[in-house]
Structure formats: C-alpha cells, structure tokens
C-alpha cells in the first residue's frame, strides 16, 4: 500500500531552527508538497519538490531525496505564528495526491 | 482577488438527512476537488471534477454525491448523512489536473451528523 509518514507533534522554541521529516512509500512518484495548517484554517501551500536537492523560500526550506523516499522541511528563526500543522502530500505515478496524516508544531516562547 | 468560498461554514443535521455543502470558486479553474479531514488520518478525497459534466469518484466517495453544472461551483451531497460523515470538509481548485501544482483551499465546512 501507499504510505507517508511524519511525526505527529514536535515541539520548539522561538528564534531556534526546527526540521520535520516525511517518508513516503508509494508507486512511482511525480512530486512532494508541504503545505501549512493553522488549526481551524485552510491548508496553504508552502512548496514542492520533483527533483533532489533543497529548495529555499525565505524562512522556509524543503529537501527531497527520491532514491530514499524521504523529504524535510526546514524552518528557520521559528516564529509564534508557526505554530501550526504541516502537511507533507506526494503525487504518485498515477497522478493521485497521496496525504500525511500532518505535524503539528508547537513554538514556545 | 480570486477565492474559493464554501458554505455553509458550520453544520450539525441528524442522521438520515440530505446535506449539501456548497464550494464556489473565482480562479477559473478547471479542477476541483472535495476532500475530508479527520483527526489522525491525512486529507482523503471524496470526488473530484477536471471540469462542467465531469465528474469521478476519489478513495472515500461512498454515500457523497457532487454534480458540475458551471466552472464555478461544485456542491458536495451526502444523500443520506451518517455520523461516520461528521468531519471536516475542505474544498480545493487547481490550474493543473495533475496534482503537480498547487491546491487552493476553501475555509472548510464543519458538519456534525447527530
């Protein structure tokens, strides 16, 4: 069967550096997202990755590794208002969006 | 600015009962999707539409319903509500069919089935 998984609580402390990690076990694959989830809002997109390497968006990083199934997201400087879940979602060699039960990050001050 | 609206934004109904949670979007957007969150499990998508007529069915799509008569909007039916349909229901648009580009979300629905 198709899989992803994440851990499903982390914990960090304002101003530090805090990475989240999915492993994805699927059929073929033709795409990584991660998109953000404040808790009684819409997910929004963040990134996403179809070759290896990291990618940099301000604050915000996100790396794949295809050949070990395997993505982070890397937030740097945390900021209260990250408080949030973080969805990691892979596109498989049907094209169907396969979805992470999320992360939920707490920031404390 | 372009949006993606559903209503209504909370809803409790009793078992039995015809619900339908509207989804209105402005991107113009061909693709749009209807999809569940429950706690503990990843977003799982009901049905899916790649545009007007079209219509499929996605991995939990029993007992729900859509229709797409315009580019706009694609109401969700639950035809008979169970309380294994209390959840929350997000709807999303896409410019690609494909899932290798961006979702846009709607604020989500609420609907608890008593």
């Known amino acids: 069967g198709q899989n992803i998984d994440q851990p499903t609580e982390m914990t960090a402390t304002e101003g530090a550096i805090v990475q989240i990690n999915c492993t994805y076990q699927?059929?073929?694959?033709?795409?990584l997202f991660w998109y953000q989830q404040h808790a009684g809002e819409a997910p929004t997109f963040l990134s996403y990755?179809?070759l290896d390497g990291l990618e940099e968006k301000g604050r915000f990083s996100s790396f794949l590794s295809r050949s070990k199934g395997y993505s982070y997201l890397l937030l740097k400087e945390l900021q209260m208002k990250d408080s949030a879940s973080y969805l990691c979602?892979?596109?498989?060699?049907?094209?169907?969006?396969?979805w992470g039960a999320g992360t939920k990050l707490i920031i404390k001050p | 600015d372009a949006e993606i609206t559903q209503s209504p934004r909370h809803k409790i109904t009793e078992t039995g009962r015809q619900v339908t949670l509207a989804c209105h979007q402005t991107?113009?957007?061909?693709?749009m999707f209807w999809y569940r969150q429950d706690l503990g499990h990843g977003l799982r998508l009901i049905h899916y539409?790649?545009?007007?007529?079209?219509?499929n069915k996605g991995e939990v799509s029993d007992g729900y319903s859509v229709s797409r008569s315009n580019t706009e909007d694609l109401p969700l039916t639950l035809e008979s509500a169970a309380s294994s349909q209390t959840s929350v229901y997000f709807c999303?648009?896409?410019?690609?069919?494909?899932?290798?580009?961006?979702?846009?979300f709607g604020e989500g629905s609420r609907l608890t089935v008593l």
């Open positions: 999303a648009s896409s410019e690609v069919a494909t899932n290798t580009g961006e979702l846009f």
């Open positions: 991107w113009n957007h061909n693709n």
């Open positions: 539409s790649y545009g007007v007529h079209d219509t």
């Open positions: 699927t059929s073929g694959f033709n795409g």
């Open positions: 990755n179809v």
């Open positions: 979602a892979v596109t498989d060699s049907n094209y169907q969006l396969i």
